[in-house]
């Protein structure tokens, strides 16, 4: 069975950086672009970022891009979010995404890690 | 930036009522659409893409329509594990979504 889960989340202060990891299983993690989307406390979903099968294209939202990295070790079936400058409106529940082929919707989604910004 | 905007943000419904949903996106998006379904505390599940086609898996009371910029979900019949927030996705540029349509009793 495919799956996706989601860790390194956690309280971190405005400013500081986190590392969230996605460990993916079931399916040929190397063929697909994959996604980060994050959900605000009782709030919608926004994508954040998008890498390709091989690591060689990103995509950044504008509320991200300078601050997000997105990577992937596909040695390790593993996709990562570098995310530093933290600021308190990045608090959400983030998930990492699988595209399905070269869309940009997701077929397959993880359960979240959680990511808070308080000081 | 496209913006998609649902309507309504809730809606109150029994089990075994007809429910419609709409998505209305600020330019043409084709048929670039989405819709998902999110109970509480879950990560969303993949509904319909394309408009009208359905996942594998997902039962057939569901069904999306429209074109352009105007799009609907239908939920035929709904059952008790269809009360949850409902979002559409335009993904004709990049990936954005509505803001969401809670089902609630």
Wanted: with cysteine.
């Amino acid at each position: 069975e495919a799956q996706l889960l989601e860790s390194g989340g956690g309280l971190e202060q405005p400013g500081g950086s986190l590392r969230l990891s996605c460990a993916a299983s079931g399916f040929t993690f190397s063929t697909y672009d994959m996604s980060w989307v994050r959900q605000a406390p009782g709030q919608g979903l926004e994508w954040v970022s998008r890498i390709s099968a091989r690591g060689a294209n990103t995509y950044y939202a504008d509320s991200v891009r300078g601050r997000f990295t997105i990577s992937r070790d596909n040695s390790k079936n593993t996709l990562y979010l570098q995310m530093n400058s933290l600021r308190a409106d990045d608090t959400a529940v983030y998930y990492c995404a699988k595209h399905s082929g070269n869309y940009w919707y997701f077929d397959l989604w993880g359960r979240g890690t959680l990511v808070t910004v308080s000081s | 930036d496209i913006q998609m905007t649902q309507s309504p943000s809730t809606l109150s419904a029994s089990v075994g009522d007809r429910v419609t949903i709409t998505c209305r996106a600020s330019q043409s998006i084709s048929s670039w659409l989405a819709w998902y379904q999110q109970r509480p505390g879950k990560a969303p599940k993949l509904l319909i893409f394309g408009v009208s086609s359905l996942e594998p898996g997902v039962p057939s009371r569901f069904s999306g329509s429209g074109s352009g910029t105007d799009f609907t979900l239908t939920i035929s019949s709904l059952q008790p594990d269809d009360f949850a927030t409902y979002y559409c996705q335009q993904y004709n540029s990049y990936s954005t979504f509505g803001q969401g349509t809670k089902v609630e009793i």
